[in-house]
């Protein structure tokens, strides 16, 4: 573990080795520079650096290396659980690195490290080209990527990873080193779904999929009475979805009642939304067994820009808002907890619910075992969220999460998304991992990084 905390000296010395900006306790940019995207971390790291190339990268880390400091890595400080922020250390910020390159001809997208979703998604569209990534524009390519990539394409595009051809990473030991399926393979495979562990990415090169950029979506909101018909709907639906059909289930409560017809505001409700990347010729045809169930309460249908839908939700889902993720995979979600997860939303705070994700589609036809990340054969993606404001409430967000984590537990196979977790420690890396997988990382980690130097992450400690 780090024995000190930066020191004056040690911020002069970064300030005389970097090209990039240095950000210290007492600038004035300070407090706006550590601030994370989750309200509920509030950390004061010792100092902040932007690297301007990648030999600033390789200098800030040998310099936190030597000063035995914690270091951690941040792009876009979307982390639930705060990795990408220290009390005392050092942060490396890649914000200092941004920027993408379209080669429309190769179809392929260098992305420098500190690049964010948005700028990928402007980039590939200019040329009617797509990367499947996340759902909020400010996420940082870096974090989404390296924990596996869900968004609203991957049924027909595959997980953000699948679409990875190569990244640049600077080691634990200094090295720049390029990683591929041809130059150091079993990095690259560690690196798709475990790669915080591994080193800091400066660079990632995708292949990018011809897309017109139009989403066909639809919400439809029933009453919660209506669970278990429009579950057995979604349930049995999916093994057949389309794979250019995203479906998403999600149960809660009808909060805040201003927005909600009468009949079902502030009462148990069941929402059901998809979009479609195909044709829009296809999607009545493609959504006909989403629709043959209970009549909903609302419907909203519409075909939107993609990069419209893409930034939708950015500003509700701005930096500062508090928030927990717990997500675990499934086969199944057996209806005795369907009706319990209904019981439990009449007691969800504002802002909490309950989802399940139909994965399938492109995301299964790459070998669970061809890469690190782990889940990518079950059917279900669940999750529960909580988002609010006041401080007030954090425990009964907390303890409702947990619950509702509960309720379907009997139904969980191995596997969790990176990106979907907020709990840490090393029940939850063996969760994510499982066994198998768990222990070839920490091989690999004992290879790469054997003084654990990248550990602000799920940690995956060298072998012994």
């Given at each position: 573990?780090?024995s000190r905390t930066i020191r004056p000296a040690d911020i002069s010395r ?13 600038d004035a940019g300070y407090d706006e520079a550590r601030r994370a995207w ?102 940082g390519v870096a974090g989404l990527t390296l924990g596996g990539g869900v ?314």
């Open positions: 573990m780090p970064l300030r005389e080795a970097l090209n990039g900006a240095v950000i210290a306790p007492d989750n309200g509920l971390i509030d950390r004061r790291p010792g100092v902040m650096v932007r690297p301007a190339d990648v030999d600033d990268v390789a200098t800030a880390l040998r310099l936190g290396r030597e000063w035995d400091v914690e270091i951690a890595l941040r792009s876009g400080a979307h982390s639930p659980t705060g990795h990408s922020s220290t009390v005392g250390g050092l942060v490396i910020d890649m914000a200092g690195m941004r920027g993408v390159a379209v080669d429309a001809e190769r179809r392929t997208a260098r992305v420098n490290g500190g690049a964010l979703l948005g700028e990928l998604d402007v980039a590939a569209q200019a040329h009617g080209l797509v990367c499947p990534v996340g759902v909020i524009g400010h996420t968004g609203r394409l991957q049924r027909q595009f595959g997980l953000t990873i699948d679409n990875l051809r190569a990244v640049e990473l600077v080691t634990a030991d200094g090295r720049v080193v390029r990683a591929s399926e041809n130059e150091e393979p079993d990095l690259f495979w560690a690196i798709r779904g475990a790669g915080a562990n591994f080193g800091i990415v400066t660079a990632f090169e995708f292949e990018l999929q011809p897309f017109a950029g139009v989403l066909h979506r639809g919400i439809r909101i029933y009453r919660g009475s209506d669970a278990q018909a429009v579950w057995t709907a979604v349930r049995d639906f999916a093994p057949s979805m389309p794979s250019a059909l995203t479906c998403i289930m999600a149960i809660g409560r009808a909060e805040p009642i201003d927005e909600y017809p009468e009949s079902i505001a502030g009462q148990p409700i069941v929402v059901v939304g998809y979009s479609h990347c195909g044709n829009a010729a296809d999607v009545e045809r493609d959504t006909a067994a989403l629709r043959a169930g209970p009549k909903p309460v609302v419907v909203n249908e519409a075909s939107l820009p993609y990069l419209d839908v893409q930034t939708a939700h950015d500003l509700a889902m701005g930096f500062g808002h508090r928030s927990i993720i717990e997500s675990a995979y499934a086969n199944d979600v057996a209806p005795s907890a369907i009706d319990a997860l209904l019981d439990h939303a009449a007691t969800a705070p504002d802002g909490a619910s309950f989802s399940i994700t139909v994965q399938g589609g492109a995301i299964a036809r790459v070998a669970d075992d061809a890469m690190a990340y782990t889940g990518r054969d079950a059917a279900f993606d669940l999750s529960a969220d909580g988002s609010w404001d006041d401080p007030s409430l954090d425990t009964a967000n907390s303890v409702w999460i947990d619950r509702a984590l509960e309720i379907v537990a009997p139904d969980l196979t191995i596997g969790r998304y990176v990106n979907g977790c907020t709990r840490d420690g090393a029940e939850q890396v063996r969760a994510i991992y499982g066994d198998a997988k768990l222990a070839r990382l920490q091989a690999l980690k004992r290879t790469w990084d054997p003084d654990n130097v990248f550990r602000r992450n799920f940690n995956i400690e060298p072998q012994s």
